[in-house]
């Protein structure tokens, strides 16, 4: 059984910045690739960035430039840095863990990320 704790998510005005973390434990191996995706109400969950265990990263066209990704092999940690947020990235953030081959995964039970002033 695989696990995903997310933390960081919260409510933060216009041009503010929030760091989202996830942590994955259990029982996996050979991760392919850690990311978040999102939801905002009414529309569907939409890739915002994922990284590959050698660090490429790769993002949505509508963060680049001020989120980034990063993660911490050791720990299994992959993080979410978002700066300049703005009220269209309103939505409950998912971490997201693809691993094995066949490739599987698994999902964390998201956070909200609520931008507004």
């Known amino acids: 059984q695989v696990q995903l704790v997310e933390s960081g998510g919260g409510l933060v005005q216009p041009g503010g910045s929030l760091r989202l973390s996830c942590a994955a434990s259990g029982a996996f191996f050979s991760i392919n690739t850690m990311g978040w995706y999102r939801q905002a109400p009414g529309k569907q969950r939409e890739l915002v960035a994922s990284?590959?265990?050698?660090?490429?990263?790769n993002y949505a066209d509508s963060v680049k430039g001020h989120f980034s990704i990063s993660r911490d092999n050791a720990k299994n940690t992959v993080y979410l840095q978002m700066n300049s947020l703005k009220p269209e990235d309103t939505a409950v953030y998912y971490c997201?863990?693809?691993?094995?081959?066949?490739?599987?995964?698994?999902w964390g039970q998201g956070t909200q990320v609520t931008v507004s002033s």
């Open positions: 997201n863990l693809n691993f094995g081959l066949p490739k599987r995964d698994a």
């Open positions: 990284i590959t265990s050698s660090g490429t990263a």
